[in-house]
């Protein structure tokens, strides 16, 4: 703990304003039920599109205004933080498993091994990932499950090749050949001496891929491809309001910050913990 402390003393003013904005989001995604004045899909038709508290009009019932249903603004938002946060963990560790695990493979092994997930790797990349998540959803359906799944096995890749990368320099090193020459399994050698040495990077990208896949299932959902209507997302949120941003900016422009901003954060975040958990990639 000690250790921890000190470490943030001397993090950067970003990676200060990032550890904030993180702890916020993963507190409001915690307690929605009770931080949110409102229920997420309670529907007053009488309510409809009162401003933000500090635009003209606005009133202290709903901070943030309320949508073309009268839902208020701020409660969904504070609701689609669950969603976001979810989607944003289970994706990554499908893919950070996924990808550490054939990375691991071709690195290891090598040979026809090696060619067949590069290739596989060389097919992946060739297509935009918009295009096979809306494939895949397609064939899977909507769902909250099948969004994690999808984003989960079309970003495996990046973890795969670095993952490879320090595998083939790893399996050259003295205690390795070593660990071979005593008699060591493969498996012994790759969970025991290989896994531990490269997890660190593993896990580096997996705290910077975490807002790539908090965009992609914003933008499965805005394109009406991702979570169902009935749930409060900032991606369905952003594209209910898209009919009405020129007398109803806020429908759109809020949950759109909200993202930015959780995105952002999420960047200074993987930033920070790349510099404690890799000084040589602290950037000068």
């Known amino acids: ?14 990676a200060k304003l990032g550890l904030i904005i993180t702890a916020i989001w993963i507190f409001c995604a915690i307690f929605a039920p009770l931080l949110a004045p409102y229920g ?24 943030l205004g309320t949508d073309e249903m009268g839902r208020d ?25 996924l990808g550490t695990t054939l990375g691991l493979l071709a690195g290891y092994y090598g040979g ?3 060619s067949i997930i590069m290739r596989i790797v060389d097919v992946m990349l060739s297509f935009p990932f918009i295009f096979m998540a809306l494939v895949l959803m397609a064939v899977l359906g909507s769902g909250l499950t099948n ?11 990046p973890y795969a090749r670095t993952v490879r990368a320090q595998t083939l320099s790893l399996k050259e090193r ?37 807002s790539s896949a908090i965009l992609s299932e914003a933008s499965l959902t805005f394109l009406g491809m991702g979570i169902p209507p009935s749930m409060a997302t900032w991606g369905s949120m952003v594209a209910s309001g898209r009919e009405y941003i020129y007398t109803a900016w806020w ?9 930015f901003l959780v995105c952002l954060a999420i960047n200074f975040v993987g930033d920070w913990v790349r510099d404690v958990r890799d000084p040589r990639l602290r950037s000068t």
Do not use: Q
């Open 73 to 97: 603004v701020l409660t969904r938002i504070i609701y689609g933080s669950r969603i976001s946060l979810i989607v944003g963990i289970m994706a990554v560790v499908v893919s950070l498993i």
């Open 112 to 114: 026809w091994v090696d």
């Open 1 to 14: 703990m000690k250790k921890l402390i000190k470490t943030l003393k001397k993090s950067t003013a970003t």
């Open 147 to 157: 969004v994690i799944v999808v984003i989960g096995i079309t970003g495996w890749v």
């Open 40 to 63: 997420p899909n309670e529907v007053n038709t009488s309510k409809r599109f009162i401003p933000p508290i500090f635009a003209e009009k606005g009133t202290n019932e709903h901070i």
């Open 251 to 259: 429908i759109t422009a809020l949950p759109g910050l909200a993202i």
């Open 174 to 210: 003295e205690f390795i050949t070593a660990s071979d020459t005593i008699g060591c399994n493969d498996m012994r050698i790759i969970l025991k001496h290989i896994l531990p040495n490269i997890i660190d990077s593993a896990i580096i990208l997996g705290t910077l891929e975490m």
